[in-house]
């Protein structure tokens, strides 16, 4: 069974770097694409972007600028930055994997698992 | 962006109803549409993807319908556990985006 654990420091200073893990267990983090994800009451549910086991990521344009994506396969690793924080960053971090549902067409990609969730708050 | 909009945004029923959550995409998404159903403090979990197909594990009282731009979650029988938040989201482009929920209360 597959496990994703969030960790990292649960407050952050305004304008500081918040820096997250998250390790993977039960199964291979090769060829599968890893995704955070953050939840805010304002905002809801906001995909941050992605990284692909070979390194590619994407990220969200309204993210883009301050957010760095990376794994560390010999690890079941991957970590997130999110730099230049403020009271908007506040939220519930999620990493989760992307599963592909293939038909004949192409590839369907849902989020199969996910971790628990890590609350950030962002606060002098 | 695609735009993601789920109405109502909160719904009250009885164990037992029949219930329909609807979503639709500011523009056509084909099927790559999810449902996910979120309870307090815990993550999202999958309940179907590519708009109809149940994932894995998941009740068959729950089934999704639609494609382009409209969207469907039905829950057919109500039960005690599927008081909870649910949101639809579209992977056919990026950024992913989700819906702002819709939350099934006890009537």
């Known amino acids: 069974q597959v496990q994703l654990q969030e960790s990292g420091p649960r407050l952050v200073k305004p304008s500081e770097t918040l820096s997250l893990t998250c390790t993977v267990s039960?199964?291979?983090?090769?060829?599968?694409?890893w995704s955070w994800i953050r939840q805010s009451p304002g905002k809801g549910l906001e995909w941050i972007g992605y990284?692909?086991?070979?390194?590619?990521?994407k990220y969200n344009p309204s993210l883009k600028s301050r957010v760095t994506i990376s794994v560390d396969t010999s690890q079941s690793h991957l970590s997130l930055k999110l730099s230049s924080v403020t009271s908007a960053d506040t939220a519930v971090y999620y990493c989760?994997?992307?599963?592909?549902?293939?038909?004949?067409?192409?590839?369907?990609?849902?989020?199969?698992?996910w971790g628990q969730g890590t609350l950030v708050t962002v606060s002098s | 962006d695609i735009q993601m909009t789920q109405s109502p945004s909160s719904l009250s029923a009885s164990v037992g109803d029949r219930v329909t959550i609807t979503c639709r995409a500011s523009?056509?998404?084909?099927?790559?549409l999810d449902w996910y159903q979120q309870k307090p403090g815990k993550a999202p979990k999958v309940l179907i993807f590519?708009?109809?197909s149940l994932q894995t594990g998941v009740p068959s009282r729950f089934s999704g319908s639609g494609s382009g731009t409209d969207f469907t979650l039905t829950i057919a029988s109500l039960q005690p556990e599927d008081f909870a938040t649910y949101y639809c989201?579209?992977?056919?482009?990026?950024?992913?985006?989700f819906g702002q929920g819709t939350k099934v209360e006890v009537k």
């Open positions: 590519a708009a109809s």
């Open positions: 990284i692909y086991d070979s390194g590619t990521t």
């Open positions: 523009q056509s998404i084909d099927t790559y």
């Open positions: 039960g199964g291979s983090i090769s060829s599968y694409y």
């Open positions: 989760a994997r992307e599963a592909c549902y293939f038909d004949s067409r192409t590839c369907f990609y849902y989020f199969d698992y």
């Open positions: 989201q579209q992977s056919y482009n990026l950024p992913k985006t």
